[in-house]
């Protein structure tokens, strides 16, 4: 079992940009891929981006150019840099921890997902 803990999220202006973090504790983090998903207040859950274990990324095409997923294996977290946010960006971000080790593919899906953090608000004004 893994552990999961967001934080970096806020209040900013459209254009601005934010790091979020997930901290990772409980099992060998780096055999993993790691995901991160936002809820908008109504909406479904949906992907915004993952890193594999071997540092394959992949992204949503909503943000794609605008997020970049990062790791660093020796503090066993990932890190989303989001640069100019806009107002549809505005949600609860939450990471994710993948169950399926040394996995490599394309394929991301909440199912696919088996350890959540807590979330973190980021809330983007116009």
């Known amino acids: 079992q893994v552990q999961l803990v967001e934080s970096g999220g806020g209040f900013v202006q459209a254009g601005a940009s934010l790091r979020l973090s997930c901290a990772a504790s409980?099992?060998?983090?780096?055999?993993?891929?790691t995901g991160w998903f936002r809820q908008a207040p109504g909406k479904e859950r949906d992907f915004v981006a993952a890193?594999?274990?071997?540092?394959?990324?992949y992204y949503a095409d909503s943000v794609k150019g605008r997020i970049t997923i990062s790791r660093d294996n020796a503090k066993n977290t990932v890190y989303l840099q989001m640069s100019s946010l806009k107002p549809e960006d505005t949600a609860v971000y939450y990471c994710?921890?993948?169950?399926?080790?040394?996995?490599?593919?394309?394929?991301?899906?909440?199912?696919?997902?088996?350890?959540w953090g807590q979330g973190t608000q980021v809330t983007v004004s116009s």
């Open positions: 994710a921890a993948d169950l399926r080790k040394w996995y490599t593919g394309s394929s991301f899906r909440i199912a696919n997902f088996g350890s």
């Open positions: 409980g099992r060998t983090f780096s055999d993993y891929a």
């Open positions: 890193i594999t274990w071997n540092g394959g990324t």
